[in-house]
């Protein structure tokens, strides 16, 4: 059985129908992608995973448990941790009050303590600026931020979208080898990112969308292989 299952699945924004029957699955210890351009509706596949927007259709199921109409909260107490678009941190606090914000749900301040510390050693940077206020953060350390914050939870998968958005070439290969980490770790990873070529570098499936439906699907080295792939999404 798959991690996550998504089955048909159809959002509409008013009379707009953005995403028009997507079916796909994540299993447990895989890195999966999504690709596309701009406005395929990747970002809104992710938000209807999460919880973050209504479905109009399909369902998502998560461990075996349907999550269609759970909402966003009680998702992350399931396992699910989303990063979203742009970071979303919280500027005005310390980079360590927006890491503990991430370990809402969690009660054991024994064990949230022991999360905080693996997570600074992933990310030192983190630490060396835990009382720094998180809008005076580079972009790329705020990613870093916002994807502590969401393993903060303690996530089975977690849900990243466009990670490497707006990053130096410098940052966008650190976020990757951190996203690598994660994974070799134990959690589970379902991709957006605009950066295809580096998408499935470290994908083992992807699921290619366009306008709202998937048009390709398969092993990610596979698809970095494909004509069709390589003319529109790796510049190739």
Same mark, same amino acid.
């Given at each position: 059985?798959?991690?996550?299952?998504? #089955? /048909?699945?159809?959002?509409?924004?008013?009379?707009?129908?953005?995403?028009?029957? +997507?079916?796909?699955?994540?299993?447990?210890?895989?890195?999966?992608?999504?690709?596309? $351009?701009?406005?395929?509706?990747?970002?809104?596949?992710?938000?209807?995973?999460?919880?973050?927007?209504? #479905?109009?259709?399909?369902?998502?199921?998560?461990?075996?448990? /349907?999550?269609?109409?759970?909402?966003?909260?009680?998702?992350?107490?399931?396992?699910?941790?989303?990063?979203?678009?742009?970071?979303? +941190?919280?500027?005005?606090?310390?980079?360590?009050?927006?890491?503990?914000?991430?370990?809402?749900?969690?009660?054991?301040?024994?064990?949230?303590?022991?999360?905080?510390?693996?997570?600074?050693?992933?990310?030192?940077?983190?630490?060396?600026?835990?009382?720094?206020? $998180?809008?005076?953060?580079? %972009?790329?350390?705020?990613?870093?931020? $916002?994807?502590?914050?969401?393993?903060?939870?303690?996530?089975?998968?977690?849900?990243?979208?466009?990670?490497?958005?707006?990053?130096?070439?410098?940052?966008?290969?650190?976020?990757?080898?951190?996203?690598?980490?994660?994974?070799?770790?134990?959690?589970?990873?379902?991709?957006?990112?605009?950066?295809?070529? #580096?998408?499935?570098?470290?994908?083992?499936?992807?699921? +290619?969308?366009?306008? %709202?439906?998937?048009?390709?699907?398969? /092993?990610?080295?596979?698809?970095?292989?494909?004509?069709?792939? #390589?003319?529109?999404?790796?510049?190739?």
């Amino acid at each position: 059985m798959a991690m996550l299952e998504v #089955k /048909d699945l159809e959002v509409h924004y008013g009379v707009i129908k953005a995403i028009k029957g +997507v079916s796909f699955e994540v299993n447990e210890g895989e890195v999966v992608s999504l690709i596309g $351009a701009n406005g395929a509706g990747k970002t809104t596949i992710l938000h209807a995973v999460s919880g973050l927007l209504p #479905k109009s259709k399909g369902s998502i199921t998560f461990e075996g448990t /349907d999550i269609t109409k759970v909402p966003a909260h009680k998702i992350v107490s399931l396992g699910m941790a989303h990063v979203p678009e742009g970071r979303r +941190v919280f500027a005005q606090l310390s980079v360590l009050e927006n890491l503990k914000l991430g370990a809402y749900t969690r009660n054991d301040k024994k064990e949230m303590e022991s999360t905080l510390k693996m997570i600074y050693e992933s990310f030192p940077r983190l630490e060396e600026r835990k009382n720094q206020t $998180a809008g005076t953060l580079s %972009g790329g350390e705020q990613q870093m931020l $916002a994807m502590g914050r969401a393993l903060m939870s303690h996530p089975k998968l977690i849900l990243m979208d466009e990670p490497s958005m707006g990053l130096s070439p410098i940052f966008v290969e650190e976020i990757f080898n951190i996203i690598k980490k994660i994974s070799s770790q134990g959690t589970t990873v379902l991709l957006v990112e605009q950066n295809a070529k #580096k998408a499935l570098s470290i994908a083992d499936r992807a699921y +290619v969308l366009e306008t %709202g439906n998937i048009t390709l699907s398969g /092993d990610a080295n596979v698809l970095m292989n494909d004509e069709s792939v #390589k003319k529109a999404y790796l510049g190739e």
